[in-house]
C-alpha cells in the first residue's frame, strides 16, 4: 500500500519555515501532512464533506447526530469515550462541528502521544460501533446541546434565517437536532434512529470524500508512514459531489421584512441578498471586494454616513452563507437608539451606496488594494494553534487546488471585473431580505420560529419602501452627497526587501533615519530576525455557522 506525493509546489507564508506535504492514498483519501519542528502541541483533523444539508427530512440533524455517535467507541477501541479520555490524560482536548455541507473532526495532544491519537481518530473512520447502546443517550446529549443553543442570538438569527428558504429547500430545516427530531419523529413514522446513522455513515462516509490534516513534529516520511497505515482501511465508495438546488430564496422568498425580538438587549438590522455560490470561486473572491466597499468605514462609506445622523454605532458585510452550490451576502448593520426610529432610510442609504457601486463599476485599483494587501498579510501571517489551523487547511482542501491549500483563503489570484458587475447586480431591493432585530418589538409579534421560539412578525415590503429603495438604488436620492467610493490608500507597502544597515546604523542604539521622502521617513533600528514582521490587517468580515460541538 503506498500513496502518490503531489510533486508541485504548495505556496505558503515567506516566513512560514514548516514542511508540507500532500499525499493521496490508494483509497482517494488526501492528506496535508505538516512538520513543524518547533511546535508545542501535535494535531489532526479530518473534514468529511457532508452536513446537515444531507439530512433526511425525518431525522432532521441527523449528520450532527452521527459527528456525536462517533466518539462513542470503535471496534478497535470499544471503550465509549477512550478517544477524548486519553487525550484528556495528554494534555489534548478534541471537538468536532458539523456545518451545511461538512462533518469536521480534529484534536491536539502533546508531541509524544500523537501516534497513538491518530490510531484512536482514524477508527473512527474504519470500524465505529454505533451501537445501540450509545443511541438514547447520545440523542439526549445532542437535546442538551440544543436547549443551550436555544437563548443564543447567533443561532436563533441562523435558525430564522434558513426558515425562510423556500419548503422544499434542504437549508429551510433544523441542523442541530432534539429529541423530537431525532426521536419521536421518527419513530412515529416507524423508522428507528440508530438503523438510520448507520444507513447515513455507509451512505455518506467515503474515503474520497474526506481530507486529512496531520501537524507534528515527526518528518513527514514518518507522517506519511502513519496515514498510510492508519487510514488506508477507510472505505472508499467514490461518492460524487453531493449538489443542491441553487435557489433557496425564490421570488416568493425575499423582499421580507422581519421584526425580531432578541435575547440581548441589543438593536441590529441586517440587509440579506441570496447570490450565486461563491465557494469555488477562490481564485476571484468577488465578495471580498464588495465586503470591503459595503464595510468600509471611511468617508464616503454606508457607515460614515450613518453615523453623520446617529443612526449606526458600527456596521459588518460579507458572506453569510458560502456553500457550494447557493449563497448569501448579508450587511449587520448595529442601530443606536435613535437609528431604530430610521430603518426605512437606513436600507435606502444601503441601496444609494450599491446603486453608487454598480454606476461607477467595479474599479480594478479597489481589487490591487485588496491584493496587495491580501498579499501583505500572508507573507506575514501568523501561526495559530495547531488544530485551527488543521481545520482551516483541511477544510480548503475541499475547495483549492492542492499548490493552493495554504494560501487560497489569503489571496487574491485573479482579477475579474465582469463577475463582481455580475454580483453587484443581485444586490437588489427585489431580491432581499432585511431583519430588525430589537427589544422594543417585544408583545408586538405574532409569530414563532418553529424550534427556537424565537418571536417575530414576517412582512412583505410595503409599496412605500419598495417606491423608496427601488428609487434610492437608481438615484442616490438624500444620500447621493454622503456616499462615494473611498480614497486610494497610499500606505499599501508592497516592496518587503530588506534595506542593508551601513556599519555607522548597525553601531548605534537608537532609532536613525535611513531614508526620507515626502512625508516617508524610514527609520533602522536592530531587531531580531523574528521580530521583522509588521501586526497583519484584520481580516475582512466573514461569517459562517454551523452546530459546535
Ligand atoms: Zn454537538
Redesign the pocket.
Known sequence: MSSTRFEGEIIVSAIDKREYRHITLPNKLQALLVHDPKTEKSSACCDVLVGALSDPKEAQGLA?FL??MLFMGTEKYPVENAYSAYLNSHGGFSN???SQENTVYYFDVQNDHIEGALDMFASFFTCPLLSDSSTAREINA?DS?NTKNLQSDMWRKFQLFKSLAREDHPLNSFS?GNLETLSKIPASKGLNTRDMVVDFYHKHYSANNMKVVVYAKESLDTLEQWVVQKFSEVPNKDLPRAVFDADPFGPAQVQKYLEVVPIRDVKSMTVSFPIPATEHRYLTKPTSYLGHLLGHESGGSILSALKAKRWANGLSAGSYLSNNDFAAFTLTIELSDEGVNHVDEIAACVFAYVGMLQRAGPQEWVWNELKETGDMNFRFLNQVEPSTYATNLANGMHTYNIPHTVCGSHLQFQCDLAEIAEFLTYFRPDNSIITVSHRGFTGKTTLKEKYYGTEHNKLDYSSTQVKLWAESLQLGGEWMDALSLPLPNPFIPTDFALKAADAAAVSVAVPVIIEHQGTTEVKHELLEEAERAPEPAAPAAESTES???
Open positions: 450532527h459527528e456525536h468536532a462541528y458539523t445532542v446541546e442541530t452546530a459546535e460541538g
